[in-house]
């Protein structure tokens, strides 16, 4: 059975920083890509970052040079280090393998 639990999130201010864990199991992890999502109250879900088996990570514009989307192997872990944090990156953060989703975890960055 496949499982993903996110945590880390919390309340912060502007120009914070936090750090997301999304820890997985029931499937091999270190030959897949993983995404995290994330979702702000009224909008659809998007694309924050993903990083594939070899480590190549994408990122959406929004984020680009404030995230960094990490792994590691040993720990079946995937990281999302958030820096420079403003009120729009305030939403739920998902992590995300193929189609399964785990429950979030939720971010919120006051001005």
């Known amino acids: 059975q496949v499982q993903l639990v996110e945590s880390g999130g919390g309340s912060v201010q502007a120009g914070a920083s936090l750090r997301l864990s999304c820890v997985v199991s029931g499937f091999t992890f270190s030959a897949h890509s993983l995404g995290w999502y994330r979702q702000a109250p009224g909008k659809e879900r998007e694309l924050v970052a993903t990083i594939s088996s070899r480590g190549s990570t994408n990122y959406a514009d929004s984020v680009k040079r404030r995230f960094t989307i990490s792994r590691d192997n040993t720990k079946n872990t995937v990281f999302l280090q958030m820096t420079s944090l403003k009120p729009e990156d305030t939403a739920v953060y998902y992590c995300?393998?193929?189609?399964?989703w785990g429950q979030g975890t939720q971010v919120t960055v006051s001005s």
């Open positions: 995300r393998w193929t189609t399964q």
